[in-house]
């Protein structure tokens, strides 16, 4: 596995509806690393949550009820906050690659994932988008 020593002292933001996917992320991070892990387990919970403690990462589900997590993206890509319109974002969903990588793409996500994800995939994904924001950060900063 790659150098994830970047991820400590992250705050993340972990968003699904299944309360085991968002219990199991939490553990992956926090067993490992020294990352503060908020949940919410819908949209309007987690855009609270955003506008609040403004995570560095966000990790969120697509299909979730009321509002997906496109419709989530979408708010944060549209706050009047830089800072929250920038947070990078992982999407995390089952649904058919084809169908949803563009789609989250379109809405504003850094980084997108299959479910089941292979924990090792998921922190390295974490990890790079992590990096690659920092980066971009620092070089858009001089």
């Known amino acids: 596995m790659e150098n994830l020593q970047n991820l400590d002292g992250l705050q993340l933001l972990v968003v699904d509806d299944d309360i085991d ?15 503060q892990v908020l ?8 855009f609270q949550l955003i506008t609040q403690f403004k995570p560095d990462i966000l990790i969120s ?10 419709v989530l993206m979408r708010k944060i890509r549209t706050h009047s906050d830089e800072q929250i319109r920038q947070i990078p ?7 058919p690659p084809e169908e949803s990588y563009n789609l989250a793409q379109d809405a504003g996500f850094t980084a997108h994932m299959p479910k089941p994800f292979d924990t090792d995939d998921l922190m390295t994904t974490v990890s790079n988008v ?9 070089i858009s900063d001089i």
């Open 61 to 70: 589900d697509i299909a979730m009820p009321d509002e997906d997590g496109y």
């Open 21 to 35: 996917s968002v219990e199991l992320i939490r553990a992956i991070f926090t067993s490992y690393y020294n990352v």
């Open 39 to 46: 949940t919410a387990t819908c949209s309007e919970k987690a």
């Open 130 to 138: 992590v990096q690659y924001t920092r980066k971009c950060s620092t």
């Open 89 to 95: 974002a992982v999407a995390l969903t089952a649904l």
